[in-house]
């Protein structure tokens, strides 16, 4: 360095400066505080079926929602939250450097980028009440006429629908708790 410098020897000084330097080699408690918040993020933008840029997910198609689930048809409602599993899966890891949030679902992934399924030709057999006219049933039970069908290949598309991410409350949460570590390695 040339030209001017000043050396401050101040034992209060460089102690502080000790701290704050002790604390930024130790970030995984910072970083285990982001994470957490980060994932208190994701489980609202399921709630909300908001992405993290504001928009909502794209609606089931109408054969999605009105398909059977239990005793009653699913309805619009619970995009990505019939099961629970892929809501339920999310979880957060923290070290020294970084926070991250995500699924271990295998599914997780088609979900938030969106994409093609393709589905390989199978049989399927089909149960069917006789009447005026025949319908398909659920049980085996209630059946009159079984039927083994072939139903082609084909491919399904999923929509993206986003749930990790950040936004900009979620920077501000950030930046609020790496201030208030360093404001507490400080004192």
Not at 21 to 34: K, L, S, T, W, Y
Not at 50 to 69: M, N, Q, Y
Not at 113 to 136: C, N, V, W, Y
């Amino acid at each position: 360095m040339t030209g001017i410098f000043i050396r401050i020897d101040d034992e209060a000084v460089t102690g502080q400066l000790q701290r704050l330097e002790d604390a930024a080699g130790d970030m995984q408690p910072a970083m285990a505080a982001i994470g957490a918040a980060m994932l208190q993020s994701t489980q609202r933008r399921f709630e909300r079926e908001t992405g993290p840029d504001g928009k909502k997910w794209a609606p089931l198609r109408p054969r999605t929602a009105a398909a059977r689930i239990g005793r009653g048809r699913r309805g619009t409602a619970n995009i990505l939250r019939v099961s629970t599993r892929l809501y339920q899966s999310l979880t957060f890891e923290a070290s020294n450097t970084e926070a991250r949030v995500g699924s271990n679902v295998v599914y997780a992934a088609i979900h938030q980028l969106g994409g093609a399924i393709d589905m390989p030709e199978r049989q399927q057999t089909i149960h069917l009440s006789t009447g005026k006219r025949k319908r398909f049933v659920r049980s085996a039970a209630k059946r009159k006429e079984s039927r083994a069908v072939t139903i082609g290949a084909h491919q399904v598309r999923m929509p993206a629908r986003p749930y990790l991410g950040i936004d900009q409350a979620d920077r501000d949460t950030i930046t609020s708790i790496v201030a208030d570590h360093f404001a507490e390695a400080a004192r």
